[in-house]
């Protein structure tokens, strides 16, 4: 019984430990680097570094003002093309509107070219009617 305890008691003081004990760099023989959590192999050149493993907790209050920030400016930036978009389409409506009134003016003037300067008026009695023959007519009395 006594070998279990004290494979109890080992596991207990190895799960107390910290996880990640350390960074380490390794050097192969061919000068690769690598950064691991375990110890460099006998084969290449290693040593521990300095770096942090553990990572601050997180200032939620300055990553929900960051959040907020970050939705402000999309929004500026969303009504910023709403804008730019509603000048675009104006701006193409303005020159429709410019071009029509372009093609109506040109089309008033030609009108006015191609009038007669003088006005044909044909006077006021029976319609003239070419193709309806002349009654008879009795000849004067000689």
């Known amino acids: 019984m006594r070998p279990h305890r004290l494979a ?3 596991a207990l003081l190895l799960a107390g430990l910290p996880a990640g004990a350390g960074i380490y ?3 192969d023989a061919a000068g690769a680097v690598t950064y691991q959590e375990i110890p460099c192999p006998a084969s290449s050149e290693g040593r521990a570094t300095n770096l942090p493993t ?3 907790e997180v200032d939620r209050a300055e990553r929900d003002r960051l959040l907020q ?3 402000a400016a999309e929004a500026r930036l969303l009504r910023r093309l709403e804008i730019e978009t509603m000048e675009r389409i104006a701006r193409d409506d303005r020159v429709s509107r410019e071009k029509i009134a372009m093609i109506q003016a ?5 009108r006015a070219e191609a009038s007669p300067a003088f006005v044909v008026v ?3 009695g029976r319609p003239f009617n070419r193709h309806r023959q002349p ?3 009795r000849p004067p009395p000689f």
Request: charged share 45%; glycine share 0%; aromatic share 8%.
């Open 69 to 71: 920030r970050a939705d």
């Open 135 to 137: 009654a008879f007519r």
């Open 25 to 27: 760099r390794c050097t």
């Open 54 to 56: 553990d990572f601050p």
């Open 8 to 10: 109890l008691l080992s």
């Open 122 to 124: 044909r006077p006021v």
């Open 106 to 110: 040109e089309a008033e003037r030609d």
